[in-house]
């Protein structure tokens, strides 16, 4: 074999190495899915749902860091469609993000292809419908994101692994849902709390082996409490950060949030009831499933175990014991602690103040006095193809004002490599529940009454877990920071879904002012082009 053959012939085997290691490693992975109407009976009643390839709630999405996601999503509804992925970071690529600020909605009859690598994160995620209050007539599902092979996990692989998406639920479709907070009213009570889109379902496993269950509160707005008769669960993930193990007898999940726990079962064989209910309710709805060992000749039995009687301090004392596991690795080899945020001397405080403000005779919601409007055109396009009037950098300010409420396409202007500090406050006496697309932070503090610079003492600089959607308690406060290491645009809003329809939300915009493909992607060719981007054509 001649020289030249012999190093043609290396090549090849390196870039045939090179591939196969590459495809090892970030597989692709395709899906094709349907969005159609279909009818269930949740709670009894036949109501028109929404399905995802015939499924309700939507199909399970498995996959596995790093993996590249091709989904095709194909709107067979009568309304304009978006699916997003409840704490996907999105690196780089806020054009998958399947919000309105991001993208045109699917219009009926169309597909788009969402292409997106669910990178540096493992844990219990959720997808739902972000548009015309889709997600209270289902289109939701479970997506886990499991550790490459890698990475070790700081658990023994269980023997099980149960997704459960609990929420609130009404009878009532979600076109007379939407007619009522289109007339200027709030949403009524719900009528029933579902697991799996279910009254009742049935969990089985062996006794003495370990089960993990992720619990997802996918409702529209009510906090729920889970518990499972006779066992103890033990914490391990929340929304990608793996924890101190501790474990609980019960745990307050708010809306939007997901978390994993292991349940060991280590009781006398018999059925025992798993149990959600609502919290910080009068009424209060109550859904029990059914907990299933194998050798198991007897049906549930004795009382349904309660929820913590005290409410607001119980869930806060609970939320507080909640912390990273600074020698435990996340998706990357290195420690969560390794990164010492409570070091960094935050360049910005943004002080958030959540209202229910009647506008124009109208029940709204707002962040610092705005109500947020969506325009006809994503802001993110606007932003790309340099529209004029869609939105303005100082139509929000960073502070509450005394100003009277008004309606406006809310932006936050921000700088990639930002290092921020947010401080949700809410004046009102409910429950509140806060996300932030493209990121996860650290939530450093809860407290009561109004946050001042003082409140700054009480912060947890050590070991303050990150996660994507962060309560806060009614008259309190909750205290965030965030690395702005995400150049893109992204909706920070209320997780409660009649409050953001209805305006308590905004947009983050982290922005570069040199463009360069090490920080943003470009927009994807297939980007669907509406409003005032209708008639431009991808370059
Ligand atoms: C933290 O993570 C380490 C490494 O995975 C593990 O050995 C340890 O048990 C964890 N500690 C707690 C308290 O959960």
């Given amino acids: 074999m001649g ?14 190495w090179a591939v196969s290691v590459v495809k090892a490693e970030d597989p692709y992975k395709y899906f094709t899915w349907t969005a159609t109407y279909g009818m269930a009976s949740p709670l009894g009643t036949p109501q028109q749902v929404i399905l995802i390839n015939g499924q309700f709630p939507g199909p399970r999405l498995d996959l596995v860091t790093n993996d590249n996601i091709v989904l095709n999503l194909i709107n067979k509804l009568d309304e304009p469609l978006l699916l997003t992925w409840n704490g996907i970071k999105q690196r780089k690529n806020s054009w998958q993000d399947g919000v309105l600020g991001t993208n045109c909605p699917i219009p009926p009859n169309r597909n788009y292809i969402y292409k997106f690598q669910p990178k540096d994160q493992i844990g219990s995620y959720t997808y739902f419908p972000s548009t015309q209050l889709h997600r209270a007539a289902g289109g939701f599902g479970v997506l886990n994101v499991y550790a490459r092979s890698v990475i070790p996990v700081p658990y023994a692989k269980p023997a099980g692994d149960f997704s459960l998406l609990i929420g609130d639920w009404y009878k009532t479709s979600h076109k007379v849902l939407r007619q009522i907070l289109d007339s200027g009213k709030s949403l009524p009570f719900p009528d029933g709390l579902l697991i799996n889109g279910q009254k009742q379902s049935t969990f089985t496993g062996d006794q003495g082996k370990t089960y993990m269950f992720r619990i997802s509160n996918v409702g529209l707005k009510t906090t729920i409490n889970f518990r499972i008769q006779g066992h103890k669960m033990k914490l391990v993930e929340v929304e990608g950060s793996h924890v101190i193990q501790n474990l ?21 064989p018999k059925d025992y009831y798993i149990v959600a209910s609502t919290r910080f309710t009068t009424t209060v709805l109550t859904s029990t499933s059914v907990l299933h060992y194998t050798n198991s000749q007897t049906p549930v039995s004795g009382p349904v175990p309660a929820a913590p009687v005290n409410q607001f301090q119980w869930s806060l004392m609970q939320a507080r014991t909640i912390r990273w596991n600074l020698t435990s690795n996340a998706a990357r080899p290195n420690p969560q602690g390794s990164f010492h945020y409570g070091k960094i001397t935050p360049s910005r405080t943004i002080l958030l103040a959540n209202s229910a403000p009647l506008i124009n005779g109208k029940q709204r919601y707002a962040v610092n006095g705005i109500s947020y409007i969506n325009p006809d055109t994503p802001l993110k396009l606007a932003d790309h193809f340099n529209i004029p009037g869609v939105f303005t950098l100082d139509s929000i300010r960073s502070a509450p004002t005394a100003d009277s409420p008004h309606l406006a396409t809310a932006v936050l202007p921000s700088s990639l490599h930002e290092f921020l500090e947010i401080v949700f406050q809410n004046n009102e006496d409910t429950m509140q529940s806060w996300h932030l697309d493209g990121y996860d932070f650290w939530v450093v503090g809860f407290g009561s009454g109004t946050w001042t610079q003082a409140s700054r003492k009480g912060y947890n600089l050590v070991d303050a877990l990150t996660r994507h959607t962060t309560q806060v308690y009614p008259k309190s406060w909750t205290a965030i920071y965030v690395s702005l290491d995400n150049q893109g645009m992204w909706n920070l809003r209320s997780a409660m879904w009649d409050r953001q329809y209805l305006g308590q939300q905004v947009y983050l915009r982290v922005y570069n002012p040199t463009a360069s493909l090490a920080n943003e992607y470009d927009i ?12 431009l054509r991808h370059p």
Wanted: net charge negative.
């Fill in 524 to 535: 994807p060719t297939n980007a669907l082009l509406c409003g005032k981007a209708a008639a």
């Fill in 248 to 268: 609980y007898d019960s745990f307050d999940v708010h809306v939007g949030q997901s978390l994993s726990i292991l349940v060991t079962l280590d009781q006398s």
């Fill in 3 to 16: 020289k030249l053959a012999l190093f043609h012939l290396l090549c090849g085997i390196l870039i045939f």
